[in-house]
């Protein structure tokens, strides 16, 4: 069965700083897929980022970028130059099949002007 | 578009009574539907998802039970809630043509047991 690890609970940063969050994730599948979701206060998750197990190209996206490393089961995401509408929990989940997604527990990110 | 809503967004409930919580989907056909948990602290908790009418699979057992009397329309029920029940409650849906793996969230149901 598929687990996804975010070890960091809580992050608090000063706007302008850069912030790795951390995804370990454990699956038997040769191929799967992997996601970061974001939780806004107001409660609804959305998607940010999609990696299959066959791209391991780092990707980067405005301010985001993501760093997929199979050999250490991880895919990290790091925020540039944070800002406050950054603050939020995000998720790192993988693919069980029929679309059923393992989330982690989250990280809280705080970010303060 | 394709839109998602559930309701209510806040519920408070005393232990024992009963609990439906609804989602509905427009502006898709035959999506795969899901409940999620997201408990204090915790991570969000898959509880049931269902790739058609009537068709619902379980993950965890609990006191929970769900049913999708339509095609678009997926329901979360209790008969009698416990206080461990207490949570935020995400229905999801996701397209079935073509794998992307992207779930579409709905704003989510807060549930307070007492």
């Known amino acids: 069965a598929q687990k996804v690890t975010q070890a960091q609970t809580e992050i608090s940063v000063v706007e302008k700083e850069d912030v790795t969050l951390d995804c370990v994730y454990e699956?038997?599948?040769?191929?799967?897929?992997l996601f970061w979701y974001k939780q806004p206060p107001s409660g609804e998750l959305v998607f940010l980022i999609r990696?299959?197990?066959?791209?391991?190209q780092n990707e980067i996206s405005g301010r985001y970028s993501w760093n997929f490393q199979k050999s250490t089961s991880s895919f990290n995401f790091t925020i540039t130059a944070s800002q406050v509408v950054d603050s939020a929990v995000y998720f790192c989940?993988?693919?069980?099949?029929?679309?059923?997604?393992?989330f982690g527990a989250g990280t809280r990110l705080a970010v303060h002007p | 578009s394709q839109t998602i809503h559930q309701w209510p967004a806040t519920l408070v409930q005393p232990v024992g009574s009963p609990l439906s919580l609804e989602c509905t989907v427009e502006?898709?056909?035959?999506?795969?539907l899901y409940w999620y948990r997201q408990a204090a602290g915790r991570g969000l908790q898959l509880l049931f998802y269902?790739?058609?009418?009537?068709?619902i699979s379980s993950e965890v057992p609990q006191n929970l039970s769900a049913s999708r009397p339509q095609d678009r329309q997926f329901i979360l029920s209790s008969k009698k809630l416990l206080l461990s029940d207490s949570g935020f409650y995400l229905c999801?849906?996701?397209?079935?043509?073509?794998?992307?793996?992207?779930?579409?969230f709905g704003e989510g149901s807060r549930l307070t047991v007492l």
């Open positions: 502006g898709t056909s035959n999506p795969n």
């Open positions: 999801a849906w996701s397209g079935t043509s073509g794998y992307t793996g992207e779930l579409f």
């Open positions: 990696r299959n197990s066959f791209d391991e």
């Open positions: 269902s790739v058609g009418i009537g068709q």
């Open positions: 699956t038997r599948d040769t191929t799967y897929y």
């Open positions: 989940a993988c693919d069980g099949g029929y679309n059923k997604l393992i």
